[in-house]
């Protein structure tokens, strides 16, 4: 079945730094999403991507959908102590399930 | 307000028990699923409802039984549960029709048998 690679695994930075993660698949997505997850939490939709090559913010977040759809990053701008949480790519190769990534652990100096 | 909800938040029980957990939302929305987030907080998918009806049933043990009375419920049931049934148990929900995109949380059941 379909794979997501998620890198790095963990980010340990200073506040105030810019953060960037990424998803690769072997396979191409039709859609890509970003999600957050906190301790004792579920995970929360950050940002959805439905096109090759879109590129979409929320807030101090931006994320890009891959050209050849096999790929997506999530960039964090002057990251904040409450960006603390696992991130996690998923994705939907067609009308199936979403397959998520492993996640990356950030976690910031204040 | 809550958009989906879960219950209980905690669960701990022995092994050779059955438990249910129950989801609801909220939202509107036609689909509704049951992730397992283990230990390395890897999560994936067990099943998936449309409108009550059976559409993703991945590799689960038959012991995991959903149950879905009408399109805003999905309840998860396990019989004899086993010590690697322990996980964190979520809900989810999406609108449309098969399985689709924006998948909206629980707030997670965290599943301990001892």
């Known amino acids: 079945g379909q794979q997501l690679n998620q890198s790095p695994q963990s980010m340990f930075i200073q506040e105030g730094e810019d953060v960037s993660m990424n998803c690769t698949s072997s396979s191409i997505f039709n859609t890509w999403l970003w999600y957050k997850q906190e301790p004792g939490e579920g995970p929360v939709l950050l940002i959805a991507l439905y096109k090759a090559g879109e590129l979409t913010s929320n807030g101090r977040l931006t994320a890009q959908f891959g050209i050849t759809r096999k790929d997506s990053f999530l960039n964090i701008s002057a990251s904040i102590p409450s960006d603390v949480g696992i991130y996690f790519c998923a994705g939907q190769p067609g009308l199936d399930k979403l397959v998520f990534g492993a996640g990356t652990i950030l976690r910031v100096k204040s | 307000d809550t958009a989906v909800s879960q219950t209980p938040k905690y669960l701990v029980t022995q092994m050779g028990n059955d438990k249910s957990i129950k989801c609801e939302q909220n939202?509107?929305?036609?689909?509704m699923y049951w992730y397992k987030q283990d230990s390395k907080k890897f999560l994936k998918i067990m099943f998936s409802?449309?409108?009550?009806?059976?559409?993703i049933n991945e590799t689960v043990p038959n012991r995991f039984s959903p149950k879905s009375p009408d399109k805003a419920h999905l309840n998860l049931h396990i019989n004899s549960l086993e010590l690697g049934d322990s996980a964190v148990y979520f809900c989810a929900s999406s609108q449309g029709g098969l399985v689709s995109y924006e998948q909206y949380f629980g707030p997670g059941t965290r599943l301990t048998v001892t």
């Open positions: 939202l509107g929305h036609d689909t």
């Open positions: 409802y449309n409108n009550k009806e059976l559409i």
